[in-house]
């Protein structure tokens, strides 16, 4: 199947610093690609949708400017947590999508920890 | 968005076959069953998808209801790598957001 990478797999960052999550589809196009968190037992939850070239939509309740998202190629999807606070820790998760939307793939996830 | 229901959780022994069902009454002609798992502290997996037919692969069989409203994921014989939380999902070209229940907690005793 297709792979999508994701870098870091985990980060520890102190509090009102930035962090930037890099999500890349190694073997397709990506024409969409989607972002979620998941806090401890809890399901995924999506924070924003991308398409390449575009801004990205936000679900309700995500704040835009504290999680910018970049999706400049087709290939290359990036979320920065800007000003991170201890309550951004979790579990940030990148999916994928091809041309073929009934499909998608996952990145490995990144654990971000905010000290 | 389209619906799905699952078990919150499941208990199967090693070496035995685990059926892992999921409802989706509200399914319409266009939406593609998918499954993936996920193992802690890791992103979800994709195990299988089907739109009408029964579907297998290396991981798993997927069994689809005649009239769609329902599917079951078959792993033949659980290990203990099985261990995972596995959701059920719809896709389709109308509705092509991976959207996450809780998932069923696959839990495999030895």
């Known amino acids: 199947g297709a792979v999508v990478s994701q870098h870091p797999s985990w980060v520890i960052c102190k509090s009102g610093t930035s962090v930037k999550i890099e999500c890349r589809s190694l073997d397709f196009q990506a024409t969409t690609m989607f972002w979620y968190r998941q806090f401890p037992k809890q399901s995924l939850m999506l924070m924003a949708t991308?398409?390449?070239?575009?801004?990205?939509?936000?679900e309700q309740g995500v704040e835009k400017d504290k999680f910018l998202i970049n999706h400049a190629s087709l290939t290359l999807s990036t979320l920065t947590v800007t000003s991170a606070h201890p309550e951004d820790s979790s579990f940030y998760i990148c999916?994928?999508?091809?041309?073929?939307?009934?499909?998608?793939?996952f990145g490995q996830g990144t654990r971000l920890t905010v000290v | 968005d389209a619906k799905t229901t699952q078990p919150n959780s499941m208990e199967s022994n090693e070496e035995e076959p685990v059926h892992l069902p999921c409802n989706h009454s509200?399914?319409?002609?266009?939406?593609?069953i998918h499954w993936y798992r996920q193992l802690p502290s890791q992103g979800p997996e994709y195990v299988i998808h089907g739109l009408t037919s029964n579907v297998n692969n290396r991981m798993a069989s997927l069994a689809i209801a005649e009239d769609r409203k329902s599917s079951t994921l078959i792993l033949h014989r659980a290990t203990l790598r099985d261990a995972a939380v596995y959701y059920c999902?719809?896709?389709?070209?109308?509705?092509?957001?991976?959207?996450f229940g809780r998932g069923t907690s696959l839990i495999v005793h030895p």
């Open positions: 509200t399914i319409s002609g266009t939406d593609y």
């Open positions: 999916s994928a999508q091809g041309r073929r939307n009934t499909e998608a793939f």
């Open positions: 999902i719809l896709l389709s070209g109308g509705s092509y957001i991976p959207t």
């Open positions: 991308s398409n390449e070239g575009s801004k990205a939509t936000y």
